[in-house]
C-alpha cells in the first residue's frame, strides 16, 4: 500500500514538472499568439509524458531511496553517539554560518541567490568534517560527556588521566579471567574500562556454547562484567563501534585501540605482541601477576609440599599458594610430605617462574611437623 502511494506521490511530482515544462514553453515568442487548443496541447502534453516517465520509473526510485536509506542507517548505528553528536553540531555551526553569509549577499544582483545556496554546501560539509573530527572538543565546550558517554558528571570529573591514556580496552580472555574485578576493586586500575560490543557478542557466544566448559567460562565472563558495572566504583563502558572489514577480533581490538588512543587489558600472547608491533600499550594480566609473586633469592629457605616426580630421577614437584613451581632435587622419595628446602636457583620464563631448591637436610630433621610451628 505504501509502496502504490509512493509511486503516485512520484508520478504526480513528474507530472507537475511537466506542467511546469509546458508553462515555460509558452513563453517563447512565437507560441505566445498561438492558437488556444496548441497551447493547450504544449501545457499538458509534458505533463503527461513526464507523468508516465515518472510512474514507470518509480519502482525503480523507490528501490534505490530504500537501499540508500538502509545503508545510511547502517552507518549511523555503527557509529558511536559522540561522533553522531559531534558531527550533528558541526553542521548545525556550519548551516549557521552559511545563512550568515548567504543573507549578507541576499540583494547582490545575479550572484546573491546562489552565494546562499553555495554556502550552504560548502560550511555545511566542513561543519560535518570538523564536527566529527573534533568531537571530543565541541562536546567539552557543550558540557557534554566524553566521546563514549558517562554515566554521571561527577565520575566523568573525577576520572583524570593524561590525554590519550584515558580509556582501557578490555579483551575477551581477560574478562573470563575474572582478576581483572579485584585489580579495579584495590584501585590500581584508572581511567575508563572499554568493552567494545564485538567482544560482547564473542562473551555471549561463547556463553551459548554446547560445550559445558566454554558454556561456564562464558558466563563467568559476563558475571564478571555486571559485578563491575554495578558494584565497583569505576567506570565500565559499552563501545558500540565496530570495523565491519576486519573479521578478527584481535585485529578489532588494536584498531579501536588506535581510534581511542586506548590501552589493551589481555591474557592473550598472540594479541600482546601484534599490539606491540602497533605502538599499543598492553597491560598483560599475566606479567602483572608474575611481578607480583614473591621474589626468593638463592640460599633462602622455605617449606613446601612434594606432590608429585618430576621429569628429571628423583626430583619431586611442589607449589606455592600462587601457582609457582618448586623443583626440589632429590625430592622423590619426600612425595606427599612437608619438607625444609634450600632455594638454589630461580628461573623466569614466560609460562612463569620456575624455583629450583633441595632439601635442607639429608635425614629426617627436613621433615616439616606441624607441632614444630613456632
Same mark, same amino acid.
Not at 567482544?199 to 561463547?206: T, Y
Not at 633469592?297 to 607449589?319: A, C, F, H, N, R
Given at each position: 500500500m505504501l509502496k502504490k502511494a509512493a509511486r503516485i506521490v512520484i508520478a504526480l511530482f513528474f507530472l507537475a514538472g511537466g506542467l511546469s515544462l509546458g508553462y515555460a514553453l509558452l513563453n517563447i515568442s512565437w507560441l505566445i499568439d498561438?492558437?488556444?487548443?496548441?497551447?493547450?496541447?504544449?501545457?499538458?502534453?509534458? &505533463?503527461?509524458?513526464?507523468?508516465?516517465?515518472?510512474?514507470? =520509473?518509480?519502482?525503480?526510485?523507490?528501490?534505490k531511496f530504500i537501499q540508500m536509506a538502509e545503508w545510511i542507517e547502517k552507518k549511523l548505528q555503527n557509529m558511536p553517539l559522540s561522533d553522531l553528536l559531534g558531527a550533528a553540531l558541526g553542521l548545525i555551526i556550519g548551516l549557521i554560518i552559511a545563512s550568515l553569509l548567504g543573507?549578507?549577499?541576499?540583494? %547582490?544582483?545575479?550572484?546573491?541567490?546562489?552565494?546562499?545556496?553555495?554556502?550552504?554546501?560548502?560550511?555545511?560539509?566542513? &561543519?560535518?568534517?570538523?564536527?566529527?573530527?573534533?568531537?571530543?572538543?565541541l562536546l567539552n565546550i557543550f558540557h557534554v560527556f566524553p566521546k563514549l558517554g558517562g554515566r554521571d558528571k561527577e565520575k566523568t570529573a573525577s576520572?583524570?588521566?593524561?590525554? &590519550?591514556?584515558?580509556?582501557k580496552i578490555l579483551d575477551t580472555s581477560v574478562i573470563i579471567d575474572g582478576r581483572i574485578a579485584d585489580i579495579c576493586k584495590s584501585g590500581f586500575a584508572e581511567g575508563i574500562l572499554v568493552v567494545p560490543e564485538f567482544v560482547l557478542k564473542e562473551l555471549r557466544h561463547i556463553a551459548d556454547s554446547?560445550?559445558?566448559?566454554?558454556?561456564?567460562?562464558?558466563?563467568? &565472563? =559476563?558475571?564478571?562484567?555486571?559485578?563491575?558495572?554495578?558494584?565497583?566504583? %569505576?567506570? %565500565?563502558?559499552?563501545?558500540?563501534?565496530?570495523?565491519?572489514?576486519?573479521?578478527?577480533?584481535?585485529?578489532?581490538?588494536?584498531?579501536?585501540?588506535?581510534?581511542?588512543?586506548?590501552?589493551?587489558?589481555?591474557?592473550?600472547?598472540?594479541?600482546?605482541?601484534?599490539?606491540?608491533?602497533?605502538?599499543?600499550?598492553?597491560?598483560?594480566?599475566?606479567?602483572?601477576?608474575?611481578?607480583?609473586?614473591?621474589?626468593?633469592?638463592?640460599?633462602?629457605?622455605? %617449606?613446601?609440599?612434594?606432590?608429585?616426580?618430576?621429569?628429571?630421577?628423583?626430583?619431586?614437584?611442589?607449589?606455592?599458594d600462587d601457582g609457582t613451581m618448586i623443583v626440589v632435587e632429590s625430592g622423590k622419595k619426600y612425595i606427599n610430605q612437608n619438607i625444609y628446602v634450600v632455594v638454589t636457583s630461580v628461573l623466569q620464563t614466560a609460562a612463569g617462574r620456575m624455583i629450583f631448591a633441595k632439601p635442607k637436610y639429608n635425614d629426617s630433621r627436613t621433615l616439616y611437623e606441624v607441632d614444630a610451628i613456632g
Amino acid at each position: 500500500m505504501l509502496k502504490k502511494a509512493a509511486r503516485i506521490v512520484i508520478a504526480l511530482f513528474f507530472l507537475a514538472g511537466g506542467l511546469s515544462l509546458g508553462y515555460a514553453l509558452l513563453n517563447i515568442s512565437w507560441l505566445i499568439d498561438s492558437p488556444l487548443f496548441l497551447r493547450i496541447t504544449i501545457i499538458i502534453l509534458p &505533463g503527461i509524458v513526464l507523468g508516465l516517465i515518472g510512474y514507470s =520509473l518509480a519502482p525503480w526510485v523507490i528501490k534505490k531511496f530504500i537501499q540508500m536509506a538502509e545503508w545510511i542507517e547502517k552507518k549511523l548505528q555503527n557509529m558511536p553517539l559522540s561522533d553522531l553528536l559531534g558531527a550533528a553540531l558541526g553542521l548545525i555551526i556550519g548551516l549557521i554560518i552559511a545563512s550568515l553569509l548567504g543573507f549578507s549577499f541576499a540583494r %547582490v544582483p545575479f550572484i546573491g541567490n546562489y552565494v546562499g545556496i553555495f554556502c550552504s554546501i560548502l560550511f555545511g560539509y566542513l &561543519g560535518l568534517s570538523l564536527g566529527y573530527k573534533k568531537k571530543e572538543e565541541l562536546l567539552n565546550i557543550f558540557h557534554v560527556f566524553p566521546k563514549l558517554g558517562g554515566r554521571d558528571k561527577e565520575k566523568t570529573a573525577s576520572t583524570k588521566v593524561k590525554p &590519550g591514556r584515558l580509556y582501557k580496552i578490555l579483551d575477551t580472555s581477560v574478562i573470563i579471567d575474572g582478576r581483572i574485578a579485584d585489580i579495579c576493586k584495590s584501585g590500581f586500575a584508572e581511567g575508563i574500562l572499554v568493552v567494545p560490543e564485538f567482544v560482547l557478542k564473542e562473551l555471549r557466544h561463547i556463553a551459548d556454547s554446547s560445550d559445558q566448559l566454554r558454556r561456564n567460562r562464558g558466563r563467568r &565472563g =559476563l558475571d564478571i562484567l555486571n559485578k563491575m558495572r554495578k558494584e565497583l566504583d %569505576v567506570r %565500565v563502558q559499552i563501545c558500540e563501534k565496530d570495523f565491519p572489514e576486519i573479521p578478527e577480533v584481535d585485529s578489532k581490538l588494536v584498531r579501536l585501540a588506535q581510534v581511542l588512543g586506548a590501552d589493551i587489558y589481555t591474557n592473550d600472547y598472540n594479541l600482546n605482541k601484534v599490539a606491540e608491533l602497533q605502538g599499543i600499550q598492553v597491560l598483560n594480566i599475566n606479567e602483572l601477576a608474575n611481578a607480583l609473586k614473591p621474589i626468593f633469592l638463592p640460599g633462602e629457605e622455605m %617449606v613446601v609440599q612434594v606432590i608429585k616426580d618430576g621429569k628429571e630421577s628423583q626430583q619431586g614437584i611442589g607449589y606455592l599458594d600462587d601457582g609457582t613451581m618448586i623443583v626440589v632435587e632429590s625430592g622423590k622419595k619426600y612425595i606427599n610430605q612437608n619438607i625444609y628446602v634450600v632455594v638454589t636457583s630461580v628461573l623466569q620464563t614466560a609460562a612463569g617462574r620456575m624455583i629450583f631448591a633441595k632439601p635442607k637436610y639429608n635425614d629426617s630433621r627436613t621433615l616439616y611437623e606441624v607441632d614444630a610451628i613456632g
